[in-house]
């Protein structure tokens, strides 16, 4: 019996060690998830000079709530065209309020932008979260999805899916991974000439995604954060428009565009527009990260 007591007690200290070093990984990986979530959830942005200008432009109303913050420009009604927007990832969502106004604004229709709150700013954690912005809105008739970088890609995603439910899908500095060519939806796809974030060869690979009709706009002079407002991107080209002109440039195009296209019923909508090549609009001129 002593002999067992000895062997049992030799052992002890080993079965201490043995513990510590399991405690110690486990808490290795608490703190890399800890700290993994806490790099994504602080995003990038937003600029909060350029938020507070949209604030206090009386020709605009923005309206923050649970799923995500909207821009408007009067009462939402059946005639209003509305666009779902997923943000870039690691972007804070309140980053694209101004290129949302800039939209609004180009729109000869009434217009609502809703950019979406993602978790922890990745859209790939709720691709599907558009939903909630269509209940949220059950007036509005023409919807369109669309979304920056990681975000178009999870906007095409959930437009895949979902195409029933929508009129057009918009991509902002960013490309489809999932086919939607038979899909019946308008499609727009704005890139920046200065873009040095996107994967360009992949963007272009990934155009037989799109519908035969879909429209290319390439912006001169707009990199892959003048799409947003907050601050330089790791990784990206120098713009030669100013981050406010970049984001009028790609509002114009959006904005006339979603008028064109989302103005009409699906049933009668006009697909006058092909883009067997691309079209550079001049104008003075999927990517994790954005």
């Known amino acids: 019996m002593r002999g067992v007591l000895d062997a049992i007690a030799r052992r002890l200290p080993e079965r201490r060690t043995l513990a510590f070093a399991g405690g110690a990984v486990v808490l290795l990986v608490g703190l890399v998830v800890a700290g993994g979530a806490a790099y994504f959830a602080a995003g990038l942005g937003p600029d909060a000079d350029a938020v507070a200008a949209v604030e206090a432009d009386p020709n605009v109303s923005v309206d923050r709530m649970a ?33 949302a106004a800039e939209i609004v604004a180009a729109s000869d229709r009434a217009a609502l932008v809703v950019v979406v709150d993602m978790p922890l700013n990745l859209a790939v954690l709720a691709p599907d979260r558009a939903e909630r912005v269509r209940e949220r809105y059950p007036e509005v008739d023409a919807w369109a999805v669309g979304g920056h970088s990681l975000g178009g ?23 489809c991974d999932r086919d939607v060519s038979e899909s019946g939806l308008d499609a727009l796809s704005v890139l920046g000439g200065a873009d040095g974030v996107i994967d360009a060869e992949r963007e272009r690979a990934s155009r037989s995604n799109l519908p035969a009709d ?42 006339t565009w979603l008028s064109e296209r989302g103005a009409a019923n699906r049933d009668i909508r006009s697909r006058s527009v092909s883009t067997a090549g691309s079209e550079s609009v001049r104008s003075a001129a999927l990517d994790v990260a954005g």
Do not use: K, W
């Open 67 to 99: 799923v995500g913050t909207a821009v408007r420009d009067g009462p939402v009604t059946s005639s209003t065209v509305g666009l779902v927007y997923y943000p870039g990832g690691r972007v804070d969502h309140e980053s694209y309020v101004p290129t």
């Open 214 to 255: 879909a429209r290319i706009v390439e912006l001169d002079g707009v990199n892959h954060a003048g799409f947003g407002a907050y601050g330089p991107q790791p990784g990206d080209d120098p713009a030669s428009l100013s981050p406010d002109a970049s984001r009028r440039a790609v509002g114009n195009a959006t904005g």
């Open 153 to 175: 890609a999870m906007a095409c995603r959930h437009a895949a899916g979902n195409a029933e439910a929508y009129d057009a899908l918009v991509l902002h500095a960013a490309y």
